[in-house]
T-cell receptor, first 115, second 113 residues
């Protein structure tokens, strides 16, 4: 079974530029999560999708971050314009929806450096 | 609000020694608890999870953790450390199945030969 795929793996941009990250979850997984992991910290949830609907985006900086999950499969996370403090690893995770199938599987992440 | 505290940002043990990584949580409801491991430049891999069944949970790679409600703790242990165990370890809590994970700050485990 293929795991969660993310691209690109690394990205370097200048502040005020825009950037987009892509995530392809495990086939059949209805729930998709985007986490931000700043160096030296644990991951923090940015947004959670159930199929193509948003379940939780309370910690998403909506003035600059946006995310979508068209057709309930792939997802993209966009930052526009980027700030220095956005430098982090962006992790995508997915899980089956169901009482006994809630384990989150993580992708390798995208490391963003904003200069 | 939920929170997770991992005591010790760095733990160093000798190969073959006991590994003990500490995790305390705060939650107003019975939680779901997890331990993840992260190797350099990789995503997080689930080691084990507590879901209100047995309080002693066995995971992969010889790790186990014990849920102690009275101490609000979920410490991770392994009887004998291997060099390959060197990595970052994260404790996480969720208040509902499929809900967001709240992570601790992480503990870097160093294993010395």
């Amino acid at each position: 079974e293929a795991g969660v795929a993310q691209s690109p793996r690394y990205k370097i941009i200048e502040k005020r530029q825009s950037v987009a990250f892509w995530c392809n979850p495990i086939s059949g997984h209805a729930t998709l999560y985007w986490y931000q992991q700043i160096l030296g910290q644990g991951p923090k949830l940015l947004i959670q999708f159930q199929n193509n609907g948003v379940v939780d985006d309370s910690q998403l900086p909506k003035d600059r971050f946006s995310a979508e999950r068209l057709k309930g499969v792939d997802s993209t996370l966009k930052i526009q314009p980027a700030k220095l403090e956005d430098s982090a690893v962006y992790l995508c995770a997915s899980s089956l929806a169901g009482r006994s199938s809630y384990e989150q599987y993580f992708g390798p992440g995208t490391r963003l450096t904003v200069t | 609000a939920q929170s997770v505290t991992q005591l010790g940002s760095h733990v160093s043990v000798s190969e073959g020694a006991l590994v003990l990584l500490r995790c305390n949580y705060s939650s107003s409801v019975p939680p779901y608890l997890f331990w993840y491991v992260q190797y350099p430049n990789q995503g997080l891999q689930l080691l084990l999870k507590y879901t209100s069944a047995a309080t002693l949970v066995k995971g992969i790679n010889g790790f186990e953790a014990e849920f102690k409600k009275s101490e609000t703790s979920f410490h991770l242990t392994k009887p004998s450390a291997h060099m390959s165990d060197a990595a970052e370890y994260f404790c996480a809590v969720s208040e509902e199945q499929g809900g967001k994970l709240i992570f601790g700050q992480g503990t870097t485990l160093q294993v010395k030969p």
